[in-house]
């Protein structure tokens, strides 16, 4: 299912995250401001690309503040944190992989948002209660299974069930838009733009952009989602 080329990225991402311990990195979030001593656990996906999605959401604080957010597929929390940074009622962050969890608890204990955010463990919405002004969900982009024995994989791969269920599921959870990043390496499987008419939503592009460093370089695009029939005001 992989071609040759996202097979070499995998590989390269996996290599990437040949970490044992917890350690710290420091992530830009915009022009002027950066997140020092930001903690990571091990088996737990680092942000990558999906950092570009934490620069577009810290660029439009207006979407965010007094609102309510879901940070789907949480990871190490920094969408979910960002969101709380920038004016956010209420944040909650979930993900099925209990290491996240536990990380995205200590970076938002770290960062000093614990009176906003909530994390949680749950299997998409399964645990998930309550509706939502807005969800961001930094999705597997990559079309395969997750490989056995590594579990950043998952983070990683879908072989297209995770997205349909999470757009299938998501009507009943979001009042506005959905916003999901991707990388044009990836194909067209995971493609929100593909995915998303197909189960009744809008699909807009937000962000457009070419990433020149980092591990997941390319074209890099956000894609606000919404269901058709429902308002456009955020």
Not at 52 to 60: A, E
Not at 159 to 169: H, S
């Amino acid at each position: 299912m992989l071609t040759d080329g996202q097979r070499q990225q995998i590989e390269r991402q996996i290599a990437y995250h040949q970490r044992t311990k917890p350690y710290n990195i420091t992530i830009p979030i915009s022009d002027e401001r950066v997140l020092r001593g930001y903690r990571m656990y091990p088996n737990v996906l680092r942000p990558m690309s999906s950092i570009s999605l934490g620069n577009y959401l810290y660029d439009h604080p207006k979407a965010l503040q007094g609102r309510r957010i879901l940070d789907m597929g949480c990871g190490s929390g920094i969408l979910g944190i960002i969101a709380a940074l920038r004016g956010a009622a209420k944040v909650v962050l979930c993900d099925v992989n209990p290491q996240a969890v536990e990380n995205s608890i200590d970076n938002v204990h770290r960062f000093g948002v614990e009176s906003i955010c909530q994390v949680i463990r749950s299997d998409l919405f399964e645990n998930v209660r309550g509706s939502f002004n807005e969800i961001i969900f930094a999705h597997p982009y990559f079309p395969g299974k997750p490989w056995p024995g590594v579990p950043v994989t998952t983070g990683m791969l879908d072989a297209g069930a995770l997205i349909d269920r999470f757009l299938t599921d998501a009507k009943e959870y979001v009042t506005g838009p959905i916003l999901m990043p991707f990388l044009e390496l990836a194909g067209s499987r995971n493609n929100p733009l593909i995915r998303g008419p197909r189960h009744g939503y809008a699909v807009k592009t937000v962000t457009n952009i070419t990433i020149r460093r980092g591990l997941q370089k390319g074209r890099f695009m956000v894609y606000e989602l919404r269901c058709r029939g429902r308002s456009n005001s955020r």
